[in-house]
């Protein structure tokens, strides 16, 4: 049988983003289901939460921020390792960059799998690299982080937060407390698959909890519109666990059958496609989520490194067997 084209290499169509403001000081650039960003805009300076995946890329994003203000753009975090999220930050030095802050599970991920993952994301999406050639090599922190760290722009306090492993073992969170809004990363999405190819599926709902207890009224997700309302991200925290316990619980029992990865991803598919079979990136993301969750519920706790080479074979071998 004819094998589909790997991952998304032939998704051309361009993605309209949408710089938008959700309170007094902070924004949210959003793309259709394309990896957002989020911007705090302080009295002295701008924060940007995940760097886009090009310096290219950065500058439509700077541009719109010179719409509203000439502030210098000094800080960039990033919400994890995965290159689409970090691989533009070159491109904010002319704006006045001075640190780019991640977490030390951040810092130990890029140190050890961040020149694979490169390769990796750029072969499975090349869409979402614009003028990839304009990426000057890994983006490393200037500024790591254990668990908590507190921003103070001018008189607004920004609290980065490490409040548990989930999409990723250093997942960071960006929390404005007086505003009540919150940018999530790839820890929570809406209208999106997630993609648990580097997950701690296990951990990650109580992580979850952690974010609903913070009682966010605004949360920008990884991907999907911005969620503006205290019910709307109720509702993105419960898409989002019930995507990884899901695909969790199914992967489980495909394990203790003995299955296949090929049988594991049909029997997988029974639970997900009818509840996110609908949803952007989602045949995109599956075949790399079901791996990572029969990886998990077999025992391997920490994610095998993803490379180019590895992602076709896996691709190749579960589309051959449907």
Request: proline letters at 5%; one cysteine or more.
């Amino acid at each position: 049988m004819t094998t589909k084209k790997f991952a998304s290499v032939a998704d051309l169509e361009v993605k309209k983003t949408t710089f938008a403001q959700l309170s007094d000081h902070c924004w949210a650039y959003t793309a259709e289901g394309d990896p957002n960003t989020g911007v705090i805009i302080g009295e002295d300076s701008v924060l940007i939460c995940d760097a886009l995946a090009t310096p290219v890329m950065a500058q439509s994003l700077i541009a719109e921020i010179r719409k509203v203000t000439d502030k210098p753009i000094k800080y960039v975090v990033l919400s994890h390792y995965h290159a689409v999220r970090v691989l533009g930050a070159s491109g904010y030095k002319a704006a006045g960059m001075q640190e780019i802050i991640a977490s030390q599970g951040t810092y130990e991920m890029i140190v050890e799998r961040g020149a694979q993952d490169m390769q990796s994301e750029y072969e499975r999406f090349p869409r979402l690299f614009n003028n990839f050639d304009s990426v000057p090599g890994l983006t490393w922190p200037t500024l790591v982080f254990k668990d908590a760290m507190t921003l103070w722009m001018g008189k607004l306090e920004v609290q980065i937060l490490h409040v548990g492993p989930g999409h990723t073992k250093g997942d960071t969170i960006v929390w404005v407390p007086s505003e009540k809004v919150l940018f999530s990363g790839d820890l929570v999405e809406a209208d999106a698959a997630c993609y648990t190819g580097d997950a701690q599926l296990q951990e990650w709902p109580a992580t979850l909890d952690a974010l609903a207890a913070l009682g966010a009224q605004k949360l920008v997700p990884g991907r999907g519109p911005a969620l503006v309302t205290p019910e709307r991200v109720k509702e993105g925290l419960d898409y989002t666990r019930d995507f990884v316990t899901t695909l969790l619980g199914s992967a489980k029992e495909a394990v203790a059958q003995g299955m296949t990865l090929s049988l594991a991803m049909a029997h997988i598919r029974k639970a997900m496609d009818p509840k996110f079979g609908q949803v952007f990136i989602y045949e995109h993301c599956l075949p790399f989520d079901v791996t990572r969750a029969v990886d998990e519920a077999s025992g391997i706790k920490h994610p095998r490194i993803w490379t180019a080479e590895r992602d076709k074979e896996m691709w190749h071998g579960l589309q051959a067997s449907q």
